[in-house]
């Protein structure tokens, strides 16, 4: 059975491995979810108790330049201490090490937290993980349940080689006989590629993760741009838009240097609709100074290959991701796209608040079938 009391540290190994002791008998899972809470109550009792508190308390994460940082609140804690989040019910550790050191990130040199969930009936106990020191990362978790047990890691860090800055790791395999669920090496250079290349391992692996640690938001956000381009034609912008457009470009060929720079910032500012309007546009007529600041606007937006344009605008987890963004012009398109690539009607309503809207789109990924992908593979 995995000993998941057994903590072991992001600078031994990548993930948390599970440990199957053939010998000993197995242990009713009651009765085993018991012993691991006692286990647990009784390392923390003699620890320093911060109390009830919020997750963001704690650990805080954020996604800059493709990569996933944190800080925290708290101040050194000279050792483990424990406490108890209002948000997930359950035990957590939690160690933080702070630095005058240039090579401590946001001011800290390393940050443990272990959080153990006993509440839930069909596991035995589910552990998640956060380890971080300068240049690494590394959120995992672990599960048990009557039937199997699951190990997900995700690991940040530099790599020699062309594996990618990020790397996915999920393992799972049956109680009964041991046989391999899962086994899943993916790699990309940076989380919005990684949901990009892997929508649905992700979706169904990371998302509930990065929920209980309420970095949903934050790291599990869609990518505006990504879905602007795969949606656009059924895109089809106000009439007050297409003029502002045209009068933006028209002020591009100014003589005038601080109108043409204006023209270009506010260009900028309106985004990806202005992006669409001037792609659809028949630029042959304008001036080699318009066309090249149009150059310059349009090469944000466009993020996307034209084979990755293809497989996003038929992967029903992408558009449900642009379900729950918070750009309202694109969720109409994406609902047609979704009942069309579902090949039946889904009930959701694209106006609603973004509460109903989370509600409704766990409903339809619930509903679709798991991951495909059961082998190892690494990144393209």
Known sequence: MMKMRRIVTLFAVLSIAAVVLADEPPVPLDKQQQEERTQTENEVRAMRNLGTIAVTDVVRFKLENDQISLDSPQKPTDGDVTCQFREVPGIAIFNLTKSPSPLAVNGFSSLKLIHRNFSQHDVAVVQTSVFAAPRSLQIARDTESPTGEMSISLVQGPVDGTEGTLRLYV?????ATGQKTVDLKLA????????????REVAAYLLPVFRDLRADKTLYQGDPRAAWQILSEAYSPPPELSAKVAKLIQQLDADSVIQRRQASLTLDELGEPAAILVMRMDRSRLSPEQNAALDTFLAPFSPLSRSEVSRLGSDPDFLLDCLAGDEPALRGPALARLNKV???PVQFDPTADEPARLQAIAKIRAALPPPTTQSSQSGE
Not at 188 to 199: C, S, V
């Open 171 to 175: 393992q799972g395999h049956t109680m």
């Open 342 to 344: 579902l090949n039946h």
């Open 188 to 199: 990309a250079n940076g989380l919005p590629q990684l949901r990009r290349k892997y929508p």
